[in-house]
């Protein structure tokens, strides 16, 4: 993981439909009896979650969870209103909607309406999280105040780190409209503990077709509506909106032509934002000695384990080749062997944090968390597996040709890119295991193979190769004065 300074991204708040956005209000569910503090229920508001990682990473299989529990009465003052504990808790359910997953959409730049916070070489992913307040009952009215808490993540779920601040209050705001009945008119989700104020009218936007849920709460725009009976509100544009029945809904999702709006009111975004945390693991072959084959492959076999299962990672082959590939045990016989046929194509990712490379391709880890790969490099060539976690292990062994006379030898370092096989540990097995740690690792191996050239023959030449060189140099002056001695007779 590179570490820059960190820059503040906020995006401009836009008000849209539960599945796109933080904090919406939905259609009163108003009981129709016409007495006075008849009771009511909740209805289904959102929040977002964030995930933030590196460019070059993968999501990672990882879902939170959460509770909920009554918060603390608020005595009201000459400013604020009152705030009552948040009732029937246990009744209301918080779910994330889907699963953060490899090959999800991820975002590098801040989305309009979202709300988080992310350094250079770093984007997020994000998920909707509901919470279905459809069992609680409210018989009067007032603001009615939730705790939730996101569970910490566990040890499977690698490389998770919870956000600073686990906590959000919900305040459910319940009003008794003009003709006398309850409804839930809106719900504020903020981090900390001052009441916020609802503005008089809520914004009201146009829901996209592609967006609608067919059980969610939506308004129709109504010139005849009377405001205050039936859930009927006047929006901030001065018109007047009633609660949409489920045939409208089921109609504009049936005709994909979508005359239904989402309502919410002045609300902060404070969704829970999540880190996490990877590193990555570069293998480098160099081939030294007088006598070393620079254009030799050579064959690795890696395995990383301990992993989330059925997780994806990216491996950068920008300085390896991909395919097509003459490899040689023997020295005798050859092979057509490749880099890429053991992975998948698919997104392109980039690290932007360091090299700048780009990978389309990656692997999957098995049910248990581990894969196996094999990788052929020559002189000077290295492959890099993106996206680690610290507790995640590595084992990298070189395939040794018993009858070519190398010394096989080792650099292992934390530091990425060092490209330097100074001070390496002279290996018998080839074999690097380790647990990847809070670094990016780096491991060289060394292939080195010398000739001696005997000293009797350097000796017995020197004298041929001494009379050869004066030779040279006499024809060559005897030629010159040759040719000037026939320029003087011309």
């Known amino acids: 993981m590179r570490k820059f300074h960190n820059r503040k991204m906020l995006a401009a708040a836009t008000i849209m439909s539960c599945m796109m956005a933080s904090q919406v209000i939905a259609a009163p569910a108003y009981n129709q009896s016409g007495k006075s503090n008849q009771a009511t229920t909740g209805a289904i508001t959102c929040f977002d979650k964030y ?89 009067q009215p007032g603001i009615y105040r939730y705790i939730i808490r996101e569970v910490p993540a566990n040890e499977g779920q690698q490389g998770i780190t919870n956000d600073d601040d686990t906590s959000r209050f919900l305040d459910v705001y319940v009003e008794t409209e003009e003709d006398g009945k309850l409804g839930v008119v809106g719900y504020v989700f903020h981090k900390d503990e001052a009441v916020g104020t609802l503005a008089d009218e809520p914004d009201f936007q146009l829901v996209a077709t592609a967006d609608l849920l067919r059980h969610a709460a939506y308004y129709v725009q109504a010139d005849d509506a009377v405001i205050g009976k039936n859930g009927v509100l006047l929006g901030a544009d001065g018109k007047k909106y009633r609660p949409a029945t489920q045939a409208e809904i089921d109609s504009a999702i049936a005709n994909q032509n979508s005359n239904l709006y989402s ?179 780096t491991v060289i191996y060394d292939n080195y193979r010398n000739g001696v050239v005997p000293t009797g023959i350097v000796l017995t030449a020197a004298p041929f190769a001494v009379a050869a060189g004066l030779a040279g140099g006499f024809l060559f002056v005897g030629g010159k004065k040759r040719k000037k001695k026939e320029n003087d007779e011309q």
């Open 263 to 441: 309502a919410a009111k002045t609300l902060k975004g404070s969704g829970f934002q999540n880190l996490y945390t990877t590193y990555d693991l570069l293998l480098e072959k160099q081939v030294t000695g007088n006598q070393g084959n620079r254009e030799e492959y050579f064959q690795y076999t890696v395995t990383v384990s301990g992993g989330v299962p059925n997780s994806r990672y990216h491996v950068d082959l920008t300085n390896a080749t991909p395919a097509n590939i003459p490899y040689t045990l023997n020295g005798i016989n050859t092979t057509n062997v490749s880099n890429i046929d053991q992975l998948t194509k698919g997104e392109i990712l980039t690290n932007t944090g360091d090299t700048n490379y780009e990978s389309e391709y990656y692997f999957e880890t098995n049910d248990q968390g581990s894969a196996t790969l094999t990788f052929y490099l020559k002189d000077d060539q290295f492959v890099e597996i993106w996206g680690l976690t610290s507790n995640m292990t590595y084992n990298i062994t070189e395939a040794v040709k018993p009858d070519e006379g190398y010394d096989i030898s080792y650099k292992q370092d934390t530091t990425q890119n060092t490209h330097n096989v100074t001070n390496q540990q002279k290996v018998n097995n080839a074999k690097v295991q380790t647990q990847m740690g809070e670094s990016d690792d």
């Open 51 to 139: 995930l933030v990682l590196d460019d070059n990473a993968d999501v990672p299989n990882y879902t939170a969870t959460y509770t909920i529990e009554a918060g603390r009465a608020v005595a009201g003052t000459a400013n604020t209103p009152e705030v009552f504990a948040g009732i029937q808790a246990d009744r209301i359910t918080i779910k994330q909607d889907n699963p953060f997953k490899p090959g999800q959409t991820t975002y590098q730049a801040v989305q309009l309406g979202d709300t988080v916070e992310f350094a250079n070489n770093q984007k997020y992913a994000k998920q909707n999280v509901t919470m279905n307040l459809g069992n609680v009952t409210y018989t």
